[in-house]
């Protein structure tokens, strides 16, 4: 199995991560079989079968393509690639390589014979954070959001505006104000879009994030506001000893190790067919891929019950209702 990522294996917190912990997990449930002689490993005794290539920008083709091209002639008969820029260069090394899977993340193309594509519904995660931050903010306050793009990027338009509908379901008055990085990772800009929307003139109270690092929640602990993470739990990101901070008032967080030990499990069975078996993956909150992580003692009191009764909702998958059904939930504070 070969693994692309776009940030440091290592990294502590954020997007790259999130995809580890995945990994890691899939790993450890599966228990990976030596290819080349069948001895059976047992479940997370090592990760030999696993080959990375990390730290590799997704908007370098070149570089892309000898990566690729490195992992499969070390052996990898599955490559993983977790960033939405790897999807031009992975559907060209399918129509290559048609004897090697490829696993796209958050992208949009497919080959039915070996390439899909994965991502989930992260926006009803987006929703229930909103519901958190518009609890603990004021009537009409400002809320900040640091998106990676904006309208033109389907992943992130229907984030913020998730995550604008919960705040709204408790706090009509509120506004969300948007800042486009137009980048996906940009560390410096990160914090510093976080820093101007929590001063003057928007004086945003709490700050929320589509981006890769804890810039945004640091910018907000340190001066004296709140902060909603994204892709790791922020609260234990930005401390030095793993406690939680009770300025990230939640945080919107993966668990990419639903997906990647379904897909690992596939490919080992042989049972990968993008017409008729494992084909295309767009995971929901009831599949556990994905959840808020657990809420600050600073959140406002009854935000936990609301949360759970819309979790409740959403694990029912019905039709009637999703976040963009065109149905508005809801709650008065007091409820």
């Avoid at 229930?128 to 992943?155: C, P, R």
């Avoid at 993008?274 to 084909?279: K, L, P, Q």
């Avoid at 009831?286 to 609301?306: H, N, R, V, Y």
Wanted: charged letters at 20%; proline letters at 2%.
């Amino acid at each position: 199995i070969g693994v692309l990522h776009i940030n440091p294996k290592s990294s502590p917190s954020g997007y790259t991560d999130a995809h580890q912990q995945g990994i890691d997990q899939m790993i450890e449930t599966i228990g990976l079989t030596d290819l080349e002689d069948g001895t059976v490993v047992e479940p997370g005794e090592q990760e030999d079968q696993v080959i990375y290539r990390d730290s590799l920008p997704d908007n370098v083709d070149a570089d892309i393509s000898a990566a690729i091209d490195d992992l499969i002639a070390q052996g990898c008969n599955l490559i993983i690639g977790t960033s939405f820029g790897y999807g031009t260069m992975m559907r060209q090394k399918a129509h290559e390589y048609t004897n090697i899977l490829f696993s796209h993340g958050t992208g949009f193309y497919s080959y039915r014979y070996n390439l899909n594509n994965y991502f989930g519904r992260i926006y009803q995660a987006r929703y229930l954070s909103g519901i958190v931050a518009g609890m603990k903010a004021s009537q009409g306050a400002n809320i900040g959001y640091v998106s990676a793009f904006a309208t033109d990027n389907a992943e992130c338009i229907s984030g913020f505006n998730a995550f604008a509908l919960g705040v709204q379901t408790v706090n009509p008055t509120a506004k969300v104000i948007v800042q486009e990085l137009k980048s996906w990772y940009d560390a410096d800009r990160e914090r510093s879009f976080a820093d101007a929307l929590l001063a003057a003139p928007y004086n945003c109270e709490i700050v929320a994030q589509h981006c890769d690092t804890s810039g945004p929640s640091e910018a907000a602990q340190a001066v004296g506001k709140y902060s909603v993470g994204y892709n790791s739990d922020m609260a234990t990101a930005i401390t030095s000893d793993g406690s939680r901070d009770a300025s990230v008032l939640t945080s919107v967080v993966w668990n990419w190790g639903v997906y990647y030990t379904q897909l690992v499990q596939a490919a080992i069975d042989g049972t990968w067919d993008n017409e008729e078996g494992f084909g295309n993956y767009y995971g929901s909150f009831k599949d556990g891929l994905f959840d808020i992580a657990e809420l600050s003692p600073d959140c406002a009191e009854g935000t936990q019950e609301i949360v759970d009764l819309v979790k409740g909702i959403m694990r029912e998958g019905t039709e009637e209702w999703d976040v963009f059904s065109g149905v508005k939930l809801s709650f008065a504070q007091n409820d």
